[in-house]
C-alpha cells in the first residue's frame, strides 16, 4: 500500500534559522497535504499541493510538490517560536484514507 | 459555528473496562476518522467510515470498535482487549470525492488508563 515518509525526524533549530522538512511517497500522489501540530493540540490543515512541480507559500513558509509528484517539501525561513510543533504531511484519501507521514518535530530555541 | 467536537477531553479507565468516545461533526462530511497517536509519534488509522452503516478497520484496528448510525457521529470504543489503550484519540472529518479534500480534526481525548 501507499507509505509516506517524512525526514528527519526531529529538528532542533536556533530562532531565526531556516528549517526544512522532506515528505516522500512509495507512489504518485494526486496531491499532498501538510498539516502542523502544536504540542498538546490537534492537527490544522495548512495547504494542499495538487500540479507537478507546485510552489506555494505563505509568509514564512514556502511548500514545493515535486515534478514526479512523489516528494514534497515545506520550508520556513528565519524560524520563530510560534514555529513550534510536529509537521505532518499525507497523501490524498485514496483507498478512503488519508495516509500521514510520520510527521517532523521542529523545536526552536529562543 | 461549524465543526468536530470530541468529549471528554480527558477520560480514565480502569484496567478491564470499555470506554466510549464521542465525536460529532456538523460540516456535513460523509467519511469520519479515528487515530491514535502515542507520545512523540505519528497519526495511526483505527477505523474509518465513508457512509452512513458502514465503516472500514485500518491499520491499529485490534481491540477498538465504532458505529455509524449519523452521517454526524461516529463514536470509537476502546475494548477490554486492547491491551495498552493509553493514548491521545483523534477524530477527523472530510468530504467524499473532489479536489480538495482536507481533513478536519477534533481537538482529541486524552485517556489514560489507571
Known amino acids: 500500500g501507499q507509505q509516506v ?3 528527519p525526524q526531529y529538528q532542533h533549530v536556533q530562532e531565526g534559522e531556516d528549517f526544512t522538512t522532506y515528505c516522500n511517497s512509495s507512489t504518485t500522489l494526486s496531491n499532498i497535504q501538510w498539516y502542523k501540530q502544536r504540542p498538546g493540540g490537534h492537527p490544522v490543515f495548512l495547504i494542499q499541493l495538487v500540479k507537478s512541480g507546485e510552489v506555494k507559500k505563505q509568509k514564512r513558509l514556502t511548500f514545493q510538490f515535486g515534478e514526479a509528484k512523489k516528494n514534497s517539501s515545506l520550508h520556513i525561513t528565519a524560524t520563530q517560536t510560534t514555529d513550534v510543533g510536529t509537521y505532518f504531511c499525507a497523501g490524498p484519501p485514496g483507498g ?3 495516509v500521514f507521514g510520520p510527521g517532523t518535530r521542529l523545536s526552536v530555541l529562543p | 459555528d461549524g465543526g468536530i467536537t470530541q468529549s471528554p477531553k480527558y477520560l480514565f479507565r480502569k ?4 470506554v466510549t468516545l464521542s465525536c460529532e461533526q456538523n460540516l456535513n462530511h460523509d467519511a469520519m476518522y479515528w487515530y491514535r497517536q502515542d507520545p512523540g509519534q505519528g497519526l495511526r488509522l483505527i477505523y474509518y467510515s465513508q457512509i452512513v452503516n458502514d465503516f472500514q478497520k485500518g491499520d491499529i484496528a485490534e481491540g477498538y470498535s465504532v458505529s455509524r448510525e449519523k452521517k ?3 463514536p470509537l470504543t476502546v475494548t477490554s482487549a486492547q491491551k495498552n489503550p493509553t493514548a491521545f484519540y483523534l477524530c477527523a472529518s472530510s468530504i467524499v470525492g473532489g479536489a480538495y479534500t482536507e481533513a478536519f480534526f477534533g481537538q482529541g481525548t486524552r485517556l489514560t488508563v489507571v
Request: aromatic content about 16%; cysteine-free; glycine content about 8%.
Open chain 1, 96 to 98: 478512503q484514507n488519508f
Open chain 2, 72 to 74: 454526524e457521529s461516529f
Open chain 2, 15 to 18: 484496567e478491564g473496562q470499555n
Open chain 1, 5 to 7: 515518509m517524512q525526514i
